[in-house]
């Protein structure tokens, strides 16, 4: 899994690590019962504070992509709800998308060809 | 060798190669010799029945007439040999099996491990049979048989420990001029791209396939044990044994800034550590089912490699010239990365 943090980009960094993890439990790069790298350990890896990481991991618990267990951290929830998963790689294409410069309405194009 | 026809022996390898192979060649092919040369230069002072068995001790046991006992130590020979003429011949084709797959980048250090590997057993037995072949030709000259002979405790080691140190010589041979190390013309490093600014890190595991159904099957036998009421130490041997199963089978490989991180999967013990300003380059590769010759975790002789299974793997040069072969999931990424973080030093 790779985390990428850019402090040009307007989204706040715990969104950025958010959004990454999602779209990497999204593609199956991250499989249930994973553990996510220790947030003292990626905040101190991505130069960010502990607490950008933790709410990064809180979002995710909310949302039911990973459970946090006291002492074994982070681990990526056995049973991520499919809509979840298509969900968030929904967003990772989007996010790849907007990378690209492609704009709303062709980002809903490009998914209405394939169907 | 981004061609992947490239082998030990110097095909594209340039001289040093070819020096080494020729050593090496020169060094299995003079143990052979001095395997039939000393039972035919000591024929005539031979016994007709040698002493050819002996006890842990190095007491003689057994004897065999002279004839049968040399043909005897020559069949010993031959697996020896014909591995030695496979890990050669591997060498010689690059022993990649084939042409690279269209997007995966060849394997280019495992191929001349697998040859150097197969070289290095063969050269192992084939020292052992010509140390038997020696020990018996001297423990038996100028007697009339089986008698009391000893060869001493010290025997056995000193067969082994020689065979090895011969062994450990062609190794040396050919990681020096070029067996292990990277391969020439390697494609220039891929890089992720990182733009100003931008910290990243990865992490990527690997397990081996086995790991997981045969610890299971190791607790398993384990708690059968308590349902039979067999001793505890046996429980707990099988209950242990399977923990480390599952503990020592998988990795997981973290790239950030402060460098290259191997550590154990589950437990998490780190393995070993790499700063950036020691790696020079990395790169993904592909490795095959007997690129490596072994499985699991080697950290000596500089080409250090933590082998769990076949597939995509993290390769590290060094700028001391050795290398580190991690399999990981994703080790493309991992080695993109890496490339951009040590071109930001």
Known sequence: MLIRIDPGDPRPLYEQIELQVRAAIGDGSLAAGERLPPARELAEDIGVNVHTVLRAYGSLRDAGLIELRPRRGAVVSAASPPRQQLAAMARGLVERAREHGLSPAEIVDLIAGQL | ?345
Not at chain 2, 10 to 20: F, K, L, P
Not at chain 2, 173 to 186: N, S, T, Y
Not at chain 2, 295 to 311: K, M, N, P, Q
Not at chain 2, 319 to 341: I, Q
């Open chain 2, 1 to 345: 060798m981004s061609d992947g026809t490239a082998g030990i022996t110097g095909m594209s390898g340039g001289t040093h190669r070819g020096v080494a192979a020729a050593l090496v060649c020169g060094l299995e092919s003079a143990l052979l010799a001095t395997m039939v040369a000393v039972p035919a230069a000591l024929w005539s002072r031979l016994p007709p029945r040698l002493a050819d068995h002996f006890t842990l001790a190095g007491t003689a046991n057994g004897d065999l007439p002279r004839l049968v006992t040399f043909l005897a130590l020559g069949v010993m020979a031959v697996p020896g040999a014909a591995l030695f003429l496979a890990g050669w011949l591997a060498g010689r084709r690059g022993g990649s099996g084939g042409r690279p797959r269209p997007g995966r980048t060849p394997l280019v250090t495992g191929a001349g491990v697998m040859a150097v590997g197969l070289m290095a057993v063969g050269l192992f037995l084939t020292a052992m049979a010509t140390g038997s072949v020696l020990l018996v030709s001297v423990v038996n000259l100028g007697h009339g048989g089986l008698r009391s002979d000893s060869v001493g405790p010290g025997a056995m080691p000193l067969l082994v420990g020689g065979s090895a140190l011969v062994t450990a010589f062609a190794g040396l041979v050919l990681r020096r001029f070029g067996g292990f190390g990277a391969a020439d013309g390697e494609a220039p490093p891929v890089r992720l791209g990182l733009r100003a600014g931008e910290r990243a890190v990865w992490s990527g595991r690997a397990r081996a396939p086995w790991a997981l159904p045969a610890g299971t099957l190791l607790i398993a036998a384990g708690v059968l044990t308590r349902v039979l009421a067999t001793p505890w130490g046996l429980t707990i041997v099988l209950v242990l044994t399977g923990a480390a199963t599952f503990c020592f089978t998988s990795v997981r490989v973290t790239v950030a800034a402060r460098g290259v991180s191997v550590a154990y999967g589950m437990l998490g013990p780190r393995l070993t550590r790499f700063r950036l300003s020691r790696i020079a380059s990395a790169a993904a590769v592909e490795l095959r089912s007997f690129s490596f010759g072994y499985r699991g975790s080697l950290l000596v002789f500089g080409s250090a490699a933590v082998i769990l299974r076949r597939g995509p793997a993290l390769r590290l040069t060094l700028r001391d010239g050795k290398t580190f072969t991690v399999t990981v999931d994703d080790a493309a990424t991992g080695a993109a990365l890496l490339n951009d973080l040590i071109g930001a030093l």
